[in-house]
């Protein structure tokens, strides 16, 4: 099992870019979720999703868009990408959401200039 | 708004030393908390959880406290080794519909 796959795993945007962080697992979990991490400042949850054609808003979802049109794949749109936007993507996917703990994929770094 | 709380930020602990790391919520509707484990260039792993109706989880030599009436819980390290040395996040949840929230980290250093 390959488990959470993250591309890219390093990315440079331009001010104003676009882009898509893509995510997909291949444990049929019905739960995945993205969180950024800055230095000091933990993991802050951007969306998650409870199943396929579900998602919701986490703790900074402003900037970032989301879709689930299947189980495996749930990938984060940037649009008009700001140097606040810099910082590092995880993607983690989990069964039941809590006691079999989540899976996470090995991050994407971007960086916005 | 913080909903968890973690401290310290790091820690520096003797090889066979204890590490403790503190964390400490207010949402008095979270029932799961689990600790995370991350090396630097990956995510993060689950390391232990508990929930509010048992007051300790040992697993080998890592332990979750739970004080629910001072809404705080605590990760112990025994022995630790510089294996270990890694960044720790404590988390709460409030059901299995909801997501994690993470507290900032603890970055520990085991020193040999």
């Known amino acids: 099992n390959a488990g959470v796959t993250q591309t890219p795993k390093f990315r440079i945007l331009k001010i104003g870019q676009s882009m898509t962080l893509q995510c997909t697992q291949d444990?049929?979990?019905?739960?995945m979720y993205w969180y950024r991490q800055d230095p000091g400042m933990g993991l802050k949850l951007i969306y998650y999703?409870?199943?396929?054609?579900?998602?919701d808003k986490g703790e900074v979802p402003n900037g970032y868009n989301v879709s689930r049109s299947t189980t495996e794949d749930f990938p984060l749109r940037l649009e008009l990408a700001a140097p606040s936007q810099t910082s590092v993507y995880f993607c983690a996917s989990s069964y039941n959401g809590e006691d079999d703990g989540y899976t996470f994929g090995s991050g994407t770094r971007l960086t916005v200039v | 708004q913080q909903q968890v709380k973690q401290s310290p930020q790091s820690l520096i602990v003797q090889k066979g030393g204890i590490s403790i790391i503190n964390c400490a919520y207010e949402?008095?509707?979270?029932?799961?908390f689990p600790w995370y484990q991350q090396f630097p260039g990956k995510g993060p792993a689950l390391l232990i959880a508990?929930?509010?109706?048992?007051s300790e989880k040992k697993e080998g030599r890592f332990t979750i406290s739970f004080n629910k009436s001072a809404k705080q819980f605590s990760l112990h390290i025994m022995d630790s080794q510089p294996g270990d040395s890694a960044t720790y996040f404590c988390?709460?949840?409030?059901?299995?519909?909801?997501?994690?929230?993470f507290g900032k980290g603890t970055t520990l250093s085991v020193s040999s």
């Open positions: 444990m049929n979990h019905n739960y």
């Open positions: 508990i929930r509010p109706d048992v």
């Open positions: 988390a709460a949840s409030r059901g299995a519909g909801t997501a994690l929230i």
């Open positions: 949402n008095t509707a979270f029932d799961y």
């Open positions: 999703s409870v199943g396929a054609g579900i998602t």
